[in-house]
């Protein structure tokens, strides 16, 4: 396992507001264990965004922290918003925050996986069989395509209708560079990508195969690359999510895929995700780590969130960020033995376990830690 005596690897923790702050407490109490123990250690800098940052400073993130963040290596995210701040003008919401990191960080590539573990199995809406040890990964295009290109708007024709227009637009270097970022990953997996796009109807879907088709042939000649229908997808990640290892799509199919994926694994309180930019001259990649999840206002304070997802995330970041595989693994094996102990809170609570607080769950994934370093 690497010791690292320094602490060149620059952190900024950003809470957030609703459970965002006790959830990432629980993290925090994790990168203390890597450091205490000489595994790892990461220099941490703590911000304020969202309703957080709004009530402090009058927006939702500074231009002190996004400077903070383009100075990172990675960024941890908890989650913000809540009805405190509903009823602010569009950009100062507490979402403006986190979409003007993500615009600035250029974080073109959302990595979403959906893993189940063993313990949990039960808690998928599909078979046990189907779900049991399902670990895939979902690659989605996050500031390209429709959501972003022009024309778009209602317009108002001649004989007095409106019409309603959106645009998928895709330049080849916006595909080959999240494609690129699948294929890396699947390298460190088990070497299988699957192209996802509507080629048969759409012809920016047919340029996404064919630059697939180069950036593989080019240089990932040993990963097998597949393509699939983005209607067939959905249905076969329902039918058979194991035959999938990394999907990698445009925005919008990325966006409701994922969320399909998601529901594989039967909670939102396990899901992290991690958000990628371009590699710098070291190779080293802007990055975002968030829990899927949002700031659950109706629970927050109340000590009984589920810190899992955000937990996950930072172990994303030690693999992701870090290149550090073995103590991710070490975060993630944690979690498995806790659940598998039957120790959950209430969101994933299941006959015959134990109900705990956030704080609880936060002590036995340390004890996990403790006995397995
Ligand atoms: P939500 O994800 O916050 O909550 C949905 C439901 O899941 C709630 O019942 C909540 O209690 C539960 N839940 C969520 N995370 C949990 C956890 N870790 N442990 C236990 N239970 C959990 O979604 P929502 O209710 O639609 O939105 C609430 C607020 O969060 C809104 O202001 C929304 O804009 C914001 N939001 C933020 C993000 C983000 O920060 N990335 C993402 C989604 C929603």
Redesign the pocket.
């Known amino acids: 396992m690497a010791r690292t005596a320094g602490s060149n690897r620059k952190v900024l923790v950003l809470p957030?507001?609703?459970?965002?702050p006790e959830?990432m407490r629980q993290v925090l109490r994790v990168v203390d264990f890597f450091d205490r123990r000489g595994i790892a250690s990461f220099a941490i800098t703590e911000g304020l965004v969202?309703g957080a940052a709004y009530d402090a400073d009058g927006t939702p993130l500074t231009d002190a922290t996004l400077s903070q963040a383009l100075a990172s290596d990675a960024v941890l995210?908890?989650?913000?918003?809540?009805?405190k701040w509903?009823s602010l003008p569009f950009e100062l919401r507490?979402?403006r925050g986190?979409l003007r990191l993500r615009k600035e960080m250029d974080l073109f590539a959302n990595l979403r996986p959906a893993v189940v573990f063993d313990a949990l199995a039960d808690a998928s809406s599909l078979k046990r069989d189907l779900v049991a040890d399902l670990d895939l990964m979902i690659v989605r295009e996050l500031t390209g395509g429709i959501y972003f290109g022009d024309p778009r708007g209602i317009e108002t024709l001649p004989d007095g209708s409106r019409r309603g227009v959106n645009t998928e637009v895709y330049t080849e270097a916006e595909i080959e560079r999240v494609v690129r970022v699948a294929c890396d990953l699947a390298r460190k997996r088990r070497g299988r990508v699957c192209e996802v796009d509507k080629a048969n109807v759409m012809e920016s879907g047919g340029l996404w195969r064919e630059v697939a088709q180069q950036v593989h042939d080019a240089d990932y000649p040993e990963i097998e690359l597949s393509f699939m229908y983005a209607d067939n997808c959905a249905m076969q990640l329902v039918r058979n999510p194991k035959q999938f290892d990394v999907i990698v799509t445009s925005n919008l199919f990325g966006d409701i895929l994922s969320d399909c994926a998601a529901m594989l694994t039967g909670s939102?309180?396990m899901l992290p995700s991690a958000s990628l930019g371009a590699a710098d001259e070291s190779g080293r990649r802007k990055a975002l780590y968030?829990?899927?999840?949002?700031?659950?206002?109706?629970?927050a304070g109340q000590d009984?969130?589920?810190?899992?997802?955000?937990i996950l995330s930072f172990s994303m970041m030690l693999r992701y960020s870090f290149d550090l595989a073995e103590e991710a693994d070490l975060v993630e094996n944690a979690v498995r033995r806790a659940l598998a102990a039957g120790v959950r809170?209430?969101?994933i609570l299941q006959p015959n376990t134990a109900r705990v607080s956030t704080r609880v769950m936060g002590d036995t994934i340390l004890r996990e830690l403790e006995r397995a370093a």
């Open positions: 957030g507001d609703g459970i965002g959830i969202g995210f908890g989650s913000v918003g809540g009805p509903e507490p979402e986190l939102l309180g968030e829990p899927v999840h949002g700031s659950a206002p109706d629970i009984v969130a589920n810190p899992l997802a955000s809170t209430g969101d």
